[in-house]
């Protein structure tokens, strides 16, 4: 019989009157590697904390590496040795790998520290791995999948039973994901578990052992291997959200196949890497959707520089940038002050006259809802987070938006959303640059795609050969059934 | 595996903060070397033990700021600390008490406001500007009541003449292998203290917490304890300069320590401790104060006015800080 290694039995768990996890079953089971796949957002951020420290439960038991850790009953409030990896890094930047890994890790008693020893400890640890990283480098010197292989290593080292990623896959390449999945299944072999959580059923499909369904802070089906070889749409449709992306998916692609494209350059991106020491050139054409995949974070931190300088010069250009909701939502102003900010671009005397800002109200009211005019912008949900920016920019009336990760962090329903906001600038003529590593939405809505090697080269991919991107991508049969297989050409 | 072997060189430099040391240390020689030139007397042996002993303290100052510094805190309290251990081990020893028991208490009471200011900072999460801006005010009010509103008599006219003398050489007249004895108290406490930092799990959470306290926290860091060790440090330092002060007047003054926790920002900027934590080592501290205290001697001897002295050292203190930020956000060597 194999080792349970986590159980949450009947778990509700309350915070500030509200329900966040009600009646949740969990088992994982030493050497697994469980899924978790969340639909809303709703009892995520609970259950990592809850993983993770022992608060008070309103019902329900947690056992963990067969201990009764916490209960209704009772909660220590103690910590348990879970390592979580998540998008914020949980490392120290000015410090070496082998501090990270050793010394700064929970448990770690000894005071004086022997660097040469430290490194030659953790030399067969990432040799095991097949990393090609030295003890002594600092972390700032790291990509950002290093940074998670570290962090791993530390849970590795540290002895956790259970380590949790949590969409780990926004920040990596494909091809970084895959080898982290085999990273993880050589772990997975020594015995250690694996809590794998992601929005993108895709990425979780034929790696993880069993995969869990996480509505509104419930469990509501786990689904074993089997039947994700054997059924994958049909359990992915049980779910509401998830028809209702396909169809639009769907929809989108029939109506863009019917629309004339003209393949009139609209501008031509040029930039140069100092990383790659090479310059970074291509056309972008009026009116497209053009996914860019960039796999050197480094290259795509120069670009994102690029932009953030560039963009200001440019009236006719917008950024939405990574995490918006929280990156371009300014506290303490009111909504219309958040609403009308980039339009002061355009109209400077828009916050002495107070005619422009009423009529503006007027007209955005039947798209965003009266209520939230008089909303404080910190209360506003997410969903209306998103419609803000989104607004905000449409009022800039820009030619070209570029989006960097839009879909990064968002649940299932809020990613619907996304895609919805992006169709409508789409639908408005405007051009949109999609800058990801996550290609999964983004070719849904994407006409081009351009992958930027860790070289430098890029390289071209048509519409027709979207179903053969070297990943899972959900929607491949789609492109399939639209027109023959293109061919692959570098530029 | 990657496993080229780094020169030496590189490796001197791979280690944090050690860069901005070496370049204070550039900066030092020539310093001394354009005030030697312009007056001889600043070669002159003598001269050279002034220096050492003078730079004790600020490097003593230093050592107190640095580590509070590299927490990404700061500590306004040490001038205060100082002003009131010098007051309150004069004030006892006027009194008859043993020079000994006299400097427990005072380290005592300047543990005290380390303590005071690690909770107020690390476990009220008050900005530690105005944590320690409080701290500075009691503890200067302290220094001020401990002898009712004025300036002790000489210590010796408590202690007596014989274990006065003891106690002044002891701090700051006496010599040791021909050396001031400040000097090596300041060397001990150098190497006491950089060991600290460089080589123990505790300098490792310090670095952490400066660095990046949320994944300090993630990883076990104890963040309450760790900045709650560094204000107790910095007392401990700040203590130490007080009794220098005392032995050096052979009594208390009110306003002694005044502004020594700027001299003490200085001394750790210059060096490359970073004011926005994380980074910098006390080897750079050294160097951070003997500059200041180079500058200050040279301008002396060269006859600067003190205003000069005051704009010239300014200016250096603010370029220094100037350049980290700027190495920080990476602003040099980029194309346009």
Known sequence: MRKEILRM??????EADMTRLEDFNLQIYEGEIMGMLPFNGQGMADLLKLLQVNLPLYDGYIYYNGEQVNSWKESSGTHNRIGVIQAQSSLVESMTIADNVFVLRQGFRQEVIHEELLNRQLQPFLKEIGMEMTAETKVERLTVFQRVIVELLRSVVAGNHLIVLEEIGALISDRELEYLHQILHHYAEKGFSFLYISPHFEEENNFCDRIAFLTNGRIWKVIPKEMMKNQTWEIYDYNHYNMEYNQMVRFHLEKRELEEKTQEIYTTWRSFSETMGKKLEFPIYRGEYLAVQIHENTILQEIIEKL??????DEKAAV??????????????SYMDNLCMSLSRRMGNIWKTSSIRGSIRRE??????????DMKVEDLSERQKYQLIYSRVMLQNPQIVYCIKPFKGADLAHRIHIWKL????????????????????????ADRLLMIEHDGTVREIPKEDFAFVPRNVPWRTFYRGSKTQGAYHKK | MNNKQQSPVKKLLAIRGMGAALT??????????????INSAVFSGQNILNLLRSMSKYL?????????LITGNIDLSIGSMVGMSAMISATLMTTGMNPLLAILISLLCCLVIGVVNGYLVGKFKLPPFIATLGTMFVARGIAYMVNGNRNTDAIATGIGKEAADKFQNFFYYGKTLGVYNTFWIAMIVFIIFFFVLSKTRTGRHIYAIGSNVDAAKLSGVDVVATTIKTY????????LVGLILCAQAGMGNMEAGNMYEMYGVAAGVIGGVSPLGGTGILLGTLAGAAVWQTLENGLNMIGAQVGIQRVVIGVIVVVAVLLDVVVRNGKFGKRK
């Open chain 2, 60 to 68: 003593l100052i230093g050592i107190a700021q640095s580590y509070v």
């Open chain 1, 320 to 333: 939405i940038q990574e995490s918006p909701t929280v990156s371009m939502i300014f506290h303490g102003l």
């Open chain 1, 364 to 373: 955005y009211e039947s798209l965003l809802g009266e209520e939230v005019f």
């Open chain 2, 232 to 239: 107790l440090i910095s007392a401990t330092c700040s203590c």
């Open chain 1, 9 to 14: 039995e009947r778990v509700t768990y309350k």
């Open chain 2, 24 to 37: 204070a240390f550039v900066g030092l020689v020539i310093i001394y070397i354009a005030f030697g030139l």
């Open chain 1, 308 to 313: 953030q300088t560039d963009t200001v010069k």
């Open chain 1, 422 to 445: 992006l169709e409508m600038l789409l639908d408005r003529g405007i051009t949109v640059v999609d800058i990801s590593l996550n290609l999964s939405d983004s070719l849904s809505l």
